[in-house]
């Protein structure tokens, strides 16, 4: 089973809420947002730790203690004391999102709030096959958002992130195969200004958190 929850980040905690919210943290966690200058970016990492937290216990049985927090070669954080859980983490304007799930290997979350774009900015990302599809659609916004949350969500999946070339990825099928193995791919229902994705090996079972 893959748990998902999600938190709402428009609006910015006044100083007496922020200390309250990130005294409970480890040290060297609350150093890590500190380093934010902006407080959206700040408030996603904190809310981020507050969903891995309670995703965590719902996987799990037991709350993570995030001192265990490290981070691989590639960056990707995991639990050092919880090596059959994996989890991932993203955030867009207004909205945080966090997956985990054990013993089903590693899974990618990916939201983005949808937009306008020129998709002629990030031809270099997509399939030939994929960039001839957006470029066929005469309102291309929400169809983009939708591909490159399938995209990212499996590079997550994979484990190495953008250290992968996203270009040699093929989004359009139903399971999509990334050195030859196949991760299924699910829609998230986050609203109707989000699009968003999970991608594990399997995504037959998934549970949002009220």
Not at 16 to 36: H, K, Q, T
Not at 104 to 114: N, Q, T, Y
Request: glycine residues 12%.
């Amino acid at each position: 089973m893959i748990y998902l929850a999600s938190h709402c980040n428009d609006t910015e905690l006044a100083v007496d809420a922020w200390a309250e919210a990130v005294a409970w943290l480890p040290a060297r966690v609350r150093e890590g947002l500190s380093g934010y200058w902006r407080w959206q970016d700040r408030q996603a990492g904190l809310y981020g730790k507050l969903l891995l937290r309670r995703v965590g216990q719902a996987a799990t049985g037991r709350v993570p203690d995030l001192s265990q927090l490290r981070t691989d070669t590639y960056q990707r954080p995991s639990l050092a004391d919880m090596p059959d859980f994996d989890f991932n983490i993203s955030h867009t304007a207004g909205l945080v999102v966090c997956g985990g799930a054990t013993g089903m290997g590693r899974l990618g979350v990916d939201v983005e709030r949808i937009g306008a774009v020129d998709i002629t900015e990030f031809r270099r990302v997509f399939t030939e096959g994929e960039y001839a599809y957006l470029s066929g659609l005469d309102e291309p916004a929400a169809e983009f958002f939708r591909l490159w949350t399938r995209k990212e969500a499996v590079m997550k999946a994979d484990g190495r992130g953008f250290y992968l070339d996203p270009s040699g990825i093929d989004c359009l099928s139903e399971r999509v195969s990334v050195g030859g193995v196949g991760y299924g791919v699910m829609p998230l229902d986050l609203g109707n200004a989000y699009a968003a994705h999970v991608a594990a090996r399997s995504v037959e079972a998934v549970c949002m958190l009220g």
